[in-house]
């Protein structure tokens, strides 16, 4: 009970040293409680109404309020983000405030001393020496102008976009973010950061598809060590045949193209045939090498570059990809040019005419 009535003068005779001081100075204006209600009142709803007063754009042009959470505060008009934060109060909190300030850093017992309480009023507490007395002020000479909007210096958590109060920075993006928005990790030095889950889902993105890559390429080395076993190497001179697909040959056309193996690198194969050398590489699962030597190197032409089709062609019996035939029709059938088979200076066969005769037999 001592403790508080003790706290009590001490706080009324800080109260009558600040306002001693204040008395002789001109510009200096003290807001008691109901004073700055008021004017928080009148900034935080004036701009809804159509008609404003004039003390309204008086006040925002020095004024803004700051809001955190459900607590609303006058701050000092600043004309950047960037600039420090300055909090007006009452003078009703005046006392309270510069007691926390004192005893946060140390200093609690200094304050005791009513001699003290009188320096400590002439250093902390000279604020406002600025601001012209708010009712006493002319409109006619006071230029109105609209408000300029200022940007928000409140931060949000970039996580959940709220307003982030008490929160924390990401250690690898260094935004704000709330400490339920973060992940807490362990570094090797054994010291505990917080991760935003934004910069936590692309690091674990980053990871995967590494993985991903690592796991391609190994996939690769494996394809590669069994193709390796299954299929050797085969060496220049060797004898080989290469497949023909089915669209490429006839009924009675042979199902293969004998070659030798020309020369190799790492982009595949170079085959030769009796016609010329086949255009393009060609892999080792692309031919398959045989045990009879049935073209000898001199047997190949090493002159000239064919395409596989015409290698295909000139090889056929039946000028490639299936037998000739006309489907001519009438009397005088096959006895001009328009007939394919005469074009191409062949005789018409059964597949032209299986049961009539033509002039092209």
Known sequence: MAQAQMSLNQEQTYTQKLLQIIEGKLKCNIWNREKYDEILELIVTEPQKADKTSSYYYLVRKYEVLQCGDVKKIVKKRNSSDEDVKYYVC??????????????????????????????????????????NICTTDDEQMEISEPQPTESTTDMCVVCEATALNATSCSSCNKTVHALSGKSIITDDFLSKVIC????????????????SES????????????????EEVDIGCNVVIPIPVVDRGKGDPRNIMAIVHGKSEKGYRLATKHGILLGSYTRNQFEPTDSLFLSPSAVSI??????????????ICDGQGFLKCGCSGKNRCEQNRCACRKAGQLCNSRCYPNLSCKNK
């Open 303 to 316: 002159e000239n570059f064919i395409s596989f089709r015409q290698a295909v062609k000139l090889s056929s």
């Open 91 to 132: 003078l009703e909190d005046m006392y309270s405030i510069v007691q926390k300030i004192h005893i946060s850093i140390g200093h609690g017992a200094k304050i005791d001393s009513e001699e003290h309480l009188s320096d400590l009023a002439n250093m902390e507490l000279n604020i406002n020496t600025d601001d012209e």
């Open 197 to 212: 889950f934004l910069c936590d889902t692309e690091t674990v993105i980053e990871k995967e598809r590494a993985n991903a």
């Open 216 to 231: 391609m390429v190994k996939q690769a080395n494996r394809m590669l060590s069994r193709s390796n076993r299954v299929l």
